[in-house]
Nanobody
Framework: QVQLVESGGGLVQAGGSLRLSCGTS????????MGWFRQAPGKEREFVAS????????SYADSVKGRFTISRDNTKNTVYLQMNNLKPEDTAVYYC????????????WGQGTQVTVSS
């Protein structure tokens, strides 16, 4: 089992920045590909970014390319999402997720952290 705990959410003005963190416990973090997803009120959960178990490659939703950066530190069992130039439409609950490197299905999810961007 893998337990995921997100942190770093909050309220920020448009144009501001936040860095989300997702800490893990349980089995070896380095065997998992990691991703960030988000869900806005009344909308379906959507993919934001992913990073392989080695740290490369990474992938981003078109809506966040050039503004968000995903990274990981396997020595700290943590994955990050640096979010710059935030927009009101980035407001959502952000979830961290993990999948075993032998699979593409995300089997483990965190509880989520709220990000609110005011205009």
């Amino acid at each position: 089992q893998v337990q995921l705990v997100e942190s770093g959410g909050g309220l920020v003005q448009a144009g501001g920045s936040l860095r989300l963190s997702c800490g893990t416990s349980g089995r070896s973090f380095s065997r998992y590909g990691m991703g960030w997803f988000r869900q806005a009120p009344g909308k379906e959960r959507e993919f934001v970014a992913s990073i392989s178990w080695t740290g490369f490659p990474t992938s981003y939703a078109d809506s966040v390319k050039g503004r968000f950066t995903i990274s990981r530190d396997n020595t700290k069992n943590t994955v990050y999402l640096q979010m710059n130039n935030l927009k009101p439409e980035d407001t959502a609950v952000y979830y961290c997720a993990a999948h075993d490197r032998s699979s593409t299905q995300y089997d483990y999810w965190g509880q989520g952290t709220q990000v609110t961007v005011s205009s």
